[in-house]
């Protein structure tokens, strides 16, 4: 089983805030088959990221993501309000498919 | 806009057993995998069980092999997760998902997306 560690737990930033996240898979990932996900409370995750760099369907540009291997990041450029949530990486390359812990972004 | 809505969750005593539905609108049912996945309020996501998109491969987290079934039928775009022997450690929210789709005889794009709003399972006594 492929173990995903993220870094920070959780971070306090400041709107318009510049925020670069963690996820390292203790395998490599072949297929660079990994996703990020967002989830605001009381609601379900929602899709951000997914082949590590590829934003999905309505997603804004200020999401990036990169990485490849082991170690991948999410980067968010100018933090919206709306933005501080939980975020969870997850890798799809190989069963059983995996989650991170999650990062908390909160506002400062 | 594809939606999912899953039902069936409750309260159950350990020992018991649960179906839960998800009834998928807005996509072509039968042509994509679905998953269910699961989170205890508070804390991470897992990852349960897998389907294909004709139902034939099924795939499971080791937690719950052998007490789990996923199951679906294309007629009803309605996919089934049933729970027997359940334990307090089952005890989360439960979400249908939408995962990839087969091309050229390969899963491509099992990312999970979207999700449903999730059904709540209680297993306590």
């Known amino acids: 089983e492929i173990v995903l560690t993220q870094s920070p737990g959780t971070m306090s930033l400041s709107p318009g805030e510049r925020v670069t996240l963690s996820c390292r898979a203790s395998?490599?990932?072949?297929?660079?088959?990994l996703a990020w996900y967002q989830q605001s409370p009381g609601q379900p995750p929602s899709l951000l990221m997914y082949?590590?760099?590829s934003r999905a369907t309505g997603i804004p540009d200020r999401f990036s993501g990169s990485g490849s291997g082991t170690d991948f990041t999410l980067t968010i450029s100018a933090l919206e309000p709306e933005d501080f949530a939980v975020y969870y990486c997850?890798?799809?390359?190989?069963?059983?498919?995996?989650f991170g812990q999650g990062t908390n972004l909160e506002i400062k | 806009e594809v939606q999912l809505v899953e039902s069936g969750g409750g309260l159950i005593q350990p020992g018991g057993s649960l179906r839960l539905s998800c009834v998928a609108s807005g996509l072509t049912f039968s042509s994509y995998w679905m998953h269910w996945a699961r989170q205890v309020p508070g804390k991470g996501l897992v990852w349960v069980a897998q389907?294909?998109?004709?139902?034939?491969?099924?795939n499971y987290a080791d937690s719950v092999r052998g007490r789990f079934v996923i199951s679906r039928d294309n007629a009803k775009d309605t996919m089934y997760l049933q729970m027997n022997g359940l334990r307090a450690e089952d005890t989360a929210v439960y979400y249908c998902?939408?995962?990839?789709?087969?091309?050229?005889?390969?899963?491509?794009?099992?990312?999970?997306?979207?999700w449903g709003q999730g059904t709540q399972v209680t297993v306590s006594s």
């Open positions: 395998q490599s990932l072949s297929r660079n088959y």
């Open positions: 082949g590590a760099s």
């Open positions: 998902v939408r995962g990839g789709r087969t091309v050229r005889g390969l899963l491509v794009g099992d990312y999970f997306d979207p």
């Open positions: 389907i294909s998109d004709d139902g034939k491969v099924t």
């Open positions: 997850q890798q799809y390359d190989s069963s059983p498919y995996t």
